[in-house]
């Protein structure tokens, strides 16, 4: 079991930069592959990023050499660095692990556990 809290959403101007963190409780967390995916209002929720347990990394097309996905197994804890934020990138953000050693996933069915989600606003 997996118990995931998202952290640092805000209200941000385009152009700028927040960072979120998980803090990820649990055994599995440094055997599973955990990721980022985000939900705007009236949309799907989609796969932003993941992060393998060996530090493997995929990106979504729309946020590749703007967000950066890192890991620390040690304190048991996920981040999202989102830099050159746009007002579409307005969302619920969601922090979700995988079960220990499944193949990595981008689909939102491939992941077990889920954070509460934080909310961020990019202002034009």
């Known amino acids: 079991q997996v118990q995931l809290v998202e952290s640092g959403g805000g209200l941000v101007q385009a152009g700028g930069s927040l960072r979120l963190s998980c803090a990820a409780s649990?055994?599995?967390?440094?055997?599973?592959?955990v990721g980022w995916f985000r939900q705007a209002p009236g949309k799907e929720r989609e796969f932003v990023g993941y992060i393998t347990w060996s530090g493997g990394i995929n990106y979504a097309d729309s946020v590749k050499g703007r967000f950066t996905i890192s890991r620390d197994n040690a304190k048991n804890t996920l981040s999202l660095q989102m830099n050159s934020l746009k007002p579409e990138d307005t969302a619920v953000y969601y922090c979700?692990?995988?079960?220990?050693?499944?193949?990595?996933?981008?689909?939102?069915?491939?992941?077990?556990?889920w954070g509460q989600g934080t909310q961020v606003t990019v202002s034009s």
């Open positions: 979700a692990a995988q079960g220990p050693y499944e193949l990595p996933r981008t689909s939102r069915d491939g992941y077990k556990y």
């Open positions: 649990g055994r599995s967390f440094s055997t599973s592959t």
